[in-house]
Structures are given as C-alpha cells and as structure tokens.
C-alpha cells in the first residue's frame, strides 16, 4: 500500500496538479468540438465526475502508474519524477537520432517497441512517458497496460475490452464499451504496453493482434516495451524497433550524485571508486544494476569486477544487521534457518515461482506453499521461511495478498543460482530441455548462467541449441555464407501469395509456415539469451523488388492453380525463391552484419570446444592422484 508520506504529498501543491491535470485530461477525452454528430449521444452517455471523485483516482493514477520502489526505497513509494535519471533511445536501424528522453513527449505515428534488457528500465520511461503526456497540451488520456496482467486464455480479446478494464482499475466505470471504441478511434486514449517479453510464447501471437489492433483498427500510435529477441520487432511496415541505450559513465555518476538515499562518506566513496576504476561503470550499464551496486556496496569485501560480483552480495547485504546505509532492519526470525539456508530456500522458491509463470507477483497461498516446498526439498524442516526473505531483505513485496518481487532481474537470478546448484544430470537435462524447447520465462536465467555456469552451459545449452538450428541451416560451414544469409530472410518470411488477377492485382507476403516455427523461434532465441543478432534486412525495398517482378507481364504465365504449391482464395503461394535469387536477397541484407553474425556463430563453436576441454581437465580423475 502506498506510504502516509506520499499520500500526504498528494495533498500538496503536486497533489493538486496532478489532480487538475487528471480532470481537464478526462473532460478533454469526452468533451470535444471534433467528435460528430452521430457519436454525440454515445457520449452523452457518460456521466461527468466530479473533482472530489477524481481526487481518488488521482491517487490511483499516481500509485499505477508514478510511483515505484527501488532497492534502496523498498519500504516506500518513489515519485517517478524525484528519481528519473534521463534515458536515451536511438532507432534500432540506425545510430543517428538519439533521443534523450526527459521532459518532452515521445512522438511516434505507428507502433514504437522499444527493446531493452533486464533491468534496462522500460517500465520506467513508460511511466516517465505518461507523467510528460499529462504535462503536454494533449486531449488523450494516457494508460499502461501491463500485458502479462491480461487474461490471454479468453477465446477472443478485445481492444476495447481490455482498455475499459484498465479504466475501471483507476475508479472511472462509467464509459460503455461503444464509447471506447469511439474515444480510440479519436485519438483520445494514449496507449503504453508494457512488457511483451513477459507474455509466453504460446500467447503471444494474441498479443500481437492486440497490438497491432490499437494501429490497424483504431488508428492509434501506441509503445510497447520487449527486451531483445521476441515477434513483435519482426513486424515490417507498421512496427518501429527502438534501442534502449546503455548508462554511460557520466549518467552513472550523475544518478549517484542525485541520489538523496546514499549517506555522504558512502557517497563520496563510491564517487571516488568510480573516477579511480573507470572499468566499474563499464558493467553499471542499467539502472537496477547501480541500484544493486549502491545497495550492496557497503558490504562488498573487494572491488565487483562484474554484474555478478554485484548480484552475487545481495541477499547477505540485505539481511545483514551491519549495513552502513541502515537499509535493513534486526527482525525476529520466523524459522531457525542460518543466512546460508535461507538463501539456499529462496533460489528453489525463486525458480519455482518463476517457472509456474513468467510474473513477479504472486498471491499469498503460492508463495507460502512455494517456499514450504524449497524449504522441504533441502531436508529442511521449518515454516515460515518466506516470513523471514520478506521481512529482513524485502526483496519481495506485500500488498494485500499480493506478493511481488522487487525487481525481475532479482527472481531470475536467484532461479539461476538453484540451477547452478543441482547436479551435473540436473544441470544437463535442464539445459537440453531449454535447447529444444526455448522458454520466454527462462532467457534471464540461462544469460545469468552464462557467467555463473560457464562450462556446463556452453556444453550442453549452447551446443545443443546450434545442433538444432543446423537440421535446418548449416551455419557452421564457413564456406557457405551466401546460403546462410540467404537462409537468413526466413526469419522474415518464407513465401510469396500473389492474387491471380495480376497485373494490377495483390501481392502479400506470408510469415513462416508451421514447419518453420523451431527455425524462428531458435533465431529469436540466439538475440535474447546469446546476443547474437541477425542481420537487419530492408524489408521495404525487398517488397517493392518482389512486386516489381510479380508484375512484369509474362510472369504468372509460368504458373497455374495445378502447378502451384498450394492455392488461397485469392491466390497463388509461390516460393520466395522463385521469384527473387538468392544474390537478388543478399543486397537487402546488411552485408557487414551478416558478416559478424557467421563469425559469431564461428566464435560460438570455439567457445563450445573450449569449455568442454576445461570442463574435462577440472573433472579429470588424474587431478586426484
């Protein structure tokens, strides 16, 4: 629940602003001279609220949607405009146009996704986005919807629908479903999605025709943030792919400096570590990473030389009662387990709870009885184990009966650490299950394991998923380049319907077929857990190539409904191929990025051979005699 503090500063001079901004946003959403005539008694049908009322959705707004806690504030609401440190964003195909966003408003005429990684901080520059929007001279009323909250298992889902369930959390119920539909129509709604990543796989298709609806239906510019590798960047023509940059070294001394929650000496401590050994801010590259640096930093008995040096000293920092920046308290433990024990049960919760479903929030009854199951599968008898994580760390979160972890970097890396503590076999069968069956909830944990378990997880993850992708392309065969690149545009598309009615007629371009699904899924899977990424591939021009070809007279001649692979109701498939060669194709691909991605699946294989040589010679039995 929100602190007394932040409640009693609602009531101050921001309060009100936000308030009075609230309620001329929302007059501004069904007032207006432009909306015509035969819509005017649908919205005549919603009553006005009142500004009393809308002093409680004022604070509903503010706890959704500009507040947040840190690691730092774990016990306390942050406004997000006390703490936001400027992020900058540049179009993924392009390093020209960084944006810094700050107080300006983010302009967009289609589908912007912006992609960042764990911790990066996309949730927050969308709230920084909707903070701007209601400080901008605009009629539309911002909203986040947080697409792992939707109810995906409905037969169909609603734009509309999923818009007025939003509204009604925020206490506004009287506006009928015809009357969103209108609003979003009119540019009157603002949409943020927030975190595609965190929808599974077998979902996220309806999320991409939800997202895709807001545009193509409704005519709607909205966000959406992803981290790397997922479907919703590989939509041509209506998607943006933005990149969420990295800290440099002066945004990490910056935010230091600002930070009223660092104690002096412990300020210029760090300040001073950080101008000797510039190599430091060289890994503080995302805002929870600092978080955790600056949190833990008191603790720390040597300089980090990584993110994991950082992540690696948090759970002991926080339940430390020796914590020079006093943020954890003496409590009286609810189970006897020691500090070792604990965080032993917390990595099996944390994997659990992870893998039952891609959240970090969670009822009451599933974290109970997910700690009671950790805590028995170590030999352990003691209750209440979870009672002691939430009250001496607060890394997880109460809210009602709702259990959230702080951050989702810091489930999937304690989901890492249990891993990384199961046997051999354990270890084996987890990474070749994940190598054949790539798991959206799962590419944090193996990036984390890519650092904590390098041996096994180049072995027997990173080999087995190259041995997949090559049934389908040989991307080891340095000599076969053109193929692999060409190989490549299937990540994009695999045939070419053209309407039999040509010249003149349809030309569209169809996504993989069902016997590719592995083949894409295993590419995206590359992007989001090894960083390798595929070319980018101008998709435009390669469209207009095709069309051209398609339509030079003469060309269907070739083909008929028989000889044709398959027939639709307005159409012929015809194979990719067919139409352009494959020389035709590599001038549409970056030529030098397809370069750097065979060297890095080259590179891949040098690692895989190098650590299986490493693995061997510290398990040699030799070493015992």
């Known amino acids: 629940m ?16 936000l308030a009075n901004l609230l309620f001329g946003r929302f007059n501004a959403l069904i007032k207006s001279n432009d909306i015509d005539r035969d819509v005017r ?42 703490i936001y440190h400027p992020l900058k964003i540049k179009k993924t195909d392009s390093d020209e146009n960084i ?9 967009s005429t289609k589908i912007a996704c912006i992609v960042g990684k764990a911790g990066q901080g996309k949730t927050t520059i969308l709230r920084k986005m909707v903070y701007n929007h209601l400080n901008m001279d605009s009629n539309e009323f911002p909203i986040i919807i947080t697409l792992r909250n939707v109810d995906w298992t409905k037969p169909s889902i609603d734009l509309k629908e999923i818009v007025s369930v939003e509204f009604q959390e925020l206490g506004i119920n009287n506006i009928s479903l015809e009357a969103y539909a209108y609003l979003l129509i009119k540019n009157r709604i603002k949409i943020f999605f927030d975190g595609f990543d965190e929808v599974t796989t077998a979902n996220r298709s309806k999320a991409i025709a939800l997202i895709t609806s807001a545009y193509s239906t409704y005519n709607c510019a909205c966000i959406v943030t992803t981290r790397p590798g997922t479907e919703i960047q590989l939509l041509s023509g209506i998607v943006i792919n933005y990149t969420l940059l990295d800290l440099e070294y002066d945004d990490v001394k910056k935010i230091v400096e600002r930070n009223s929650r660092i104690l002096d000496v412990d300020k210029t401590q760090i300040l001073t570590l950080l101008d000797s050994k510039r190599e430091i801010a060289n890994f503080l590259v995302t805002p929870i990473i600092l978080d955790v640096f600056i949190t833990t930093y008191p603790e720390l008995s040597a300089d980090p030389t990584s993110l994991i040096d950082v992540y690696e000293q948090l759970f002991t920092s926080l339940i430390s ?9 003496q409590r009286e433990s609810q189970s006897s387990l020691n500090v070792k024990q604990l965080e032993e049960v917390f990595w099996g919760a944390s994997f659990r709870l992870l893998s039952s479903r891609n959240d970090v929030t969670f009822t009451g009854n599933e974290i109970e009885k997910t700690f009671l199951v950790s805590t028995e599968k170590l030999g352990l008898k003691d209750y209440n184990t979870h009672l002691d994580v939430i009250n001496k760390t607060s890394l997880i979160q109460v809210d009602g009966n709702e259990y959230s972890y702080i951050h989702k970097s810091i489930i999937e890396f304690n989901a890492a650490k249990h891993i ?31 650092k904590i378990d390098e041996d096994m997880f180049y072995i ?14 040989n991307l080891l065969n340095s000599d076969n380049s053109m193929s692999i690149e060409s190989l490549l545009l299937y990540k994009f598309y695999s045939n070419v319907t053209v309407s039999v009615t040509l010249p003149g007629g349809k030309v569209s371009f169809q996504p993989l077929k069902k016997d590719n699904d592995h083949f894409i899924k295993y590419m995206l899977t590359m992007e989001s857990v090894l960083d390798i990424y595929t070319p980018n591939l101008d998709k435009d021009n390669l469209e207009l190539e095709i069309i051209k070809v398609v339509s030079t007279k003469g060309f269907l001649s070739k083909y008929s409904i028989l000889k044709s692979a398959s027939s639709t109701l307005d159409g012929i498939t015809i194979p990719l191929l067919d139409i352009v ?35 061997d010679g510290k398990n040699s039995m030799s070493e015992f005699f």
């Open 321 to 329: 009662t020796h914590d020079r920046l006093k943020i954890s308290f």
């Open 99 to 107: 944006v810094t966003l700050v107080d300006n408003e983010f302009i």
């Open 581 to 615: 060669s494959e020389r035709q194709i590599i001038q549409f691909l970056d030529g030098q990025h397809a370069k750097m991605f065979v060297t890095d699946i080259l590179n891949l294989d040098r690692l895989i051979i190098e650590h299986k040589k490493i693995y």
């Open 41 to 82: 008694d649908v919205f005549d049908t919603i009553a006005p609220i009142d500004e009393h009322s809308f002093d409680a959705i004022s604070l509903k707004v503010t706890e959704k949607y500009l507040t947040f806690r840190t690691l730092q504030s774990r016990t306390q609401d942050i406004f997000i405009g006390d």
């Open 460 to 473: 027997h993850y990173t080999k087995n998923l190259l041995l997949n992708i090559n049934k389908i392309a």
């Open 2 to 17: 929100m602190e007394s503090g932040l409640s009693k500063a609602l009531e101050s001079e921001l309060g009100k602003k």
């Open 420 to 450: 990384l503590n199961l046997s051999d076999a354990a270890r084996v069968s987890y990474y070749e299950r994940m190598a054949i069956s790539p798991h959206s909830n799962q590419e944090n944990v193996l990036k984390f394991l890519s």
